[in-house]
């Protein structure tokens, strides 16, 4: 386990998101596979997800999500730039964390954005850790942008097309993901506001229990081969299940005592949004009240690295983070991975 604290303050200043408008149901599920809005319901707390059109990559998402990060930070005059095009040409580091990008191995889906967006002066790097992408990007972008004095935004990204990489006659796991980018503009500045503290960590030995076989260095495709199913991800939901719930856990209890924090000075918790079960189990073992815990996986399923960003700039959207409020995300995935960051907004 890795553990970060930061002596300049690096400041959310922007918050975007981007969901496929198309929206299945539980229900419009139950017509295709063995299963009920009611099972799906009481086993994940999911009721629908959003599914992106056939034409829609990975970095079409991250884009959306980008360019509206980069809007609210104009919005909210949290920068000198007029344009997004202008705040675009300032951003140092485009760094995408995503399971599902755009080519199997090059490019980069971060060059695909950064030449997208207009931000032609920035460096552009992916993040391949699964769920927990999107922390593991948060710590690199604070990283990069600490060890340069040149370097003062980063656009950290999120973004997924899971329902490509899913089994559709796999009632087990395909019932638990959806399509999703989120983005946030990170900003190098004197601020106490901002990322504090960051853990990072990792079980190699759980490698198996989530994992896309088809298509690597170790299961690559052959000439001559018969696809019978395209690349689809597997999953021991037992051992995941196990996993996140200590992943979780472990992770608050380490930055609230690392920060000699309890859990009353903290806003809200914003998890990975896995499954709802999760973050109950967690919540009972920390002896948290579930509302404490964010959730919009009702609405949005599983969106793997994008989550914890969508769920972020609907908290901002909305209303519901006050600036000082200090909040905590959490993730866990592949690898099998785990990170949480404490901000302060």
Not at 29 to 45: Q, V, Y
Request: charged share 20%.
């Amino acid at each position: 386990m890795s553990k970060k604290e930061y002596t300049v303050g690096f400041e959310i200043i922007g918050t975007g998101k981007a969901v496929p408008p198309k929206r299945v149901t539980n229900d419009e599920l139950a017509k295709t596979l063995d299963t009920n809005d009611e099972w799906i319901r009481s086993h994940t707390g999911i009721g629908a997800r959003h599914i992106a059109d056939d034409h829609i990559a990975c970095s079409d998402l991250a884009v959306e999500a980008a360019r509206n990060a980069l809007s609210w930070a104009i919005e909210r005059q949290a920068c000198a730039e007029k344009t997004i095009e202008e705040l675009a040409l300032t951003v140092d580091m485009v760094i995408v964390g995503s399971s599902t990008t755009d080519y199997f191995c090059c490019p980069a889906t971060a060059c695909i954005v950064q030449n997208a967006i207009g931000a032609k002066n920035a460096g552009a790097m992916d993040v391949v850790n699964a769920c927990s992408s999107f922390i593991y990007g948060l710590e690199t972008g604070a990283g990069l942008l600490s060890v340069s004095n040149d370097r003062r935004r980063a656009l950290v990204i999120g973004a997924e097309v899971l329902s490509r990489f899913v089994d559709w006659t796999d009632r087990g796991t395909c019932v638990l993901f959806g399509d999703g980018a989120g983005a946030v503009l990170l900003e190098k500045t004197n601020s106490p506001r901002g990322i504090s503290r960051t853990i990072l960590g990792a079980d190699g030995s759980g490698a198996g229990d989530l994992i896309m076989k088809q298509g690597g260095s170790r299961y690559p495709f052959k000439k001559g081969d018969t696809v019978v199913t395209p690349p689809h991800m597997e999953m021991n939901g037992r051992a995941v299940y196990n996993f996140a719930v200590g992943a979780v856990t472990e992770t608050i209890t380490t930055l609230l005592k690392a920060e000699n924090l309890a859990i009353e000075d903290v806003a809200l918790i914003v998890p990975h949004q896995a499954n709802a079960r999760i973050v109950q189990a967690a919540a009972k073992r920390l002896n948290v009240p579930e509302g404490r815990f964010f959730l919009n996986i009702e609405e949005y399923a599983n969106t793997s690295s994008a989550s914890i960003p969508i769920a972020l700039d609907e908290l901002n959207r909305s209303g519901a983070l006050r600036t000082g409020d200090l909040i905590l995300c959490v993730a866990f995935g592949a690898g099998l991975t785990y990170g949480g960051s404490l901000i302060r907004w």
